[in-house]
Every structure is written in C-alpha cells, then in structure tokens.
C-alpha cells in the first residue's frame, strides 16, 4: 500500500467527514456515492452521505437543523452539486447562504474541505462552481484539499476511463452526456477519481486531526499512465492505493 502502514491502521482513531451534495436528476449523487465509498477505505474514517434537498427550500431559504447539527461535528466536508448555468444549482447555493451563522461564529475554521462538480459539457465552466466552493470554504476558515492526481487523457493513447481525465485539481469534475441517466453518470474514470478523491480527503483528515502518519504518494507522468492502464484492467475501489 503506497500510503501509511496498514498494522498501524488498524487502530486509526476517529474522524468523521461529510459528503454534502445536491442533485436533481442523480447522476451528482452517483459521484457524490464513490467519493464517500472512497474515504470509507480508510480506517476510523466515518462517512455520511448528505442529501441537501430542494424541498428543504422555503421562499429561498435552505434550513435543516440536523443536518447543520451533522456538519458542526464534521471534520471534514466535502461538497458537490451540478454545475447549472455556469454556477452551483439554487438549491445548494441556499444551503451556502444558510450556513451563515457558522461563518459569524467561525465554527468551520480549520475543518478540512473539498469539492466537486458534475455537468453535461466536457467543460461546461464547471471550474466556476469549484472556485464558488473554495472561495465558500475560505470564508469560513476551512482548509482546501484539491484533487492531486495527474491528468488523464492528455496523450493520444488517453480514454475516459482515465484517472483525472478533465484534468482538474482544485476539485473533481465530471461530465455525464445529457441524454443518459444516473447509471451511466460520468465515465468510470471519473468514479475511480472520485473514490481517489475521497480517500485522499480522510487520509488528510486523520492526519490533521489526529496526527496519523501521512505518507505523500506521488507519481511521473508515466506512472499515471500505468496506472490509467490497469484501472482499465482492474477497476474501481477495490484497485485504490494511494489516495
Ligand atoms: C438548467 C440547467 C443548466 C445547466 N447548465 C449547465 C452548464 O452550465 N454547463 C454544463 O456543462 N451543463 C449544464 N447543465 C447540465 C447538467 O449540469 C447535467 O445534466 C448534470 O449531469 C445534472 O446533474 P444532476 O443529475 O446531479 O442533477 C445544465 C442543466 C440544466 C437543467
């Protein structure tokens, strides 16, 4: 394994990290799933999956006291939705503005974040929704974590099924063709990024808050390659080494 000693893992404390996503036809929901299987790979890391829903929405207004309650003890959370015009959907942007008593009281300074973005277009301006994201964690004192995989299909052998394969490090993208539904959301490079994503993101989160050993994993180009390769091969969370 090319991250931590798996011995010294089995007594990994605690940590807790949320996923919070919306969606309105499921194909962010789909990514929003394998990044949280992804940091359920790593030991002590519990994992919730959190659903912001439209119908939580009144007169523009996002308001869930338990998830709130949920995202107060989190160390770490990690937040997705559609790009929808070039910008986070309305709805999760009502959640955004709902989080302001956190942002008066500082309560999400130095909880570790992330984020991702699903859309149709190959780009689609999805880095707006990220940048929306990061700016979002900033203010409220949290730590950004990127994605930190190479690129994929930068070179004439590259395919969608590609770890990182649009290229995108200040969070995870993903494209899903309009015309298809969740069970084909985005390519399975896409869902092997995602999971990559996820467990990078408990990985730092143990290390941040209970100062388990971190080992960086790093790759060449070529290496990336190899390992495009034989997730092709292989496939999905089972092949994850060294989020
Ligand atoms: C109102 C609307 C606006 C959209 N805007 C964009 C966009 O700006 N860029 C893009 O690439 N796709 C855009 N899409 C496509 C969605 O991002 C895409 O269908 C995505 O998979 C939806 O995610 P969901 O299944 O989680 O709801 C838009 C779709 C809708 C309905």
């Not at 999400?108 to 929306?132: C, H, I, R």
Request: with cysteine; aromatic share 6%; hydrophobic share 45%.
């Amino acid at each position: 394994m090319a991250v931590n000693d798996v011995d010294r893992e089995q007594d990994a404390p605690a940590v807790t990290v949320a996923v919070v996503y919306h969606s309105v036809h499921g194909t962010t929901r789909v990514l929003a799933e394998h990044l949280a299987a992804g940091a359920r790979l790593v030991p002590g890391a519990r994992v919730h999956l959190v659903e912001i829903r439209a119908e939580d929405v009144t007169a523009g207004r996002w308001y869930d006291a338990e998830v709130m309650a949920l995202l107060e003890r989190s160390d770490a959370i990690v937040m997705g939705c559609p790009t929808l015009m070039g910008s986070v959907s309305a709805v999760f942007k009502a959640f955004m503005e709902a989080v302001f008593t956190p942002f008066v009281t500082q309560g999400w300074k130095d909880k570790l974040a992330g984020g991702f973005t699903m859309s149709a277009s190959q780009s689609g301006d999805k880095l707006a929704v990220l940048q929306q994201l990061a700016v979002f964690g900033a203010q409220l004192g949290m730590q950004w974590i990127g994605v930190g995989d190479m690129p994929g299909n930068n070179w004439s052998g590259g395919t969608r099924d590609d770890v990182n394969r649009l290229g995108s490090w200040l969070g995870l993208m993903s494209q899903s063709h309009a015309d298809l539904g969740p069970e084909q959301a985005g390519s399975r490079g896409d869902l092997i990024t995602a999971e990559r994503y996820g467990e990078r993101i408990a990985r730092l989160t143990q290390r941040w808050v209970n100062a388990v050993p971190y080992e960086t994993s790093r790759m060449t180009e070529h290496e990336a390659r190899a390992l495009s390769a034989s997730l092709r091969e292989a496939g999905g969370a089972a092949a994850l080494t060294g989020a």
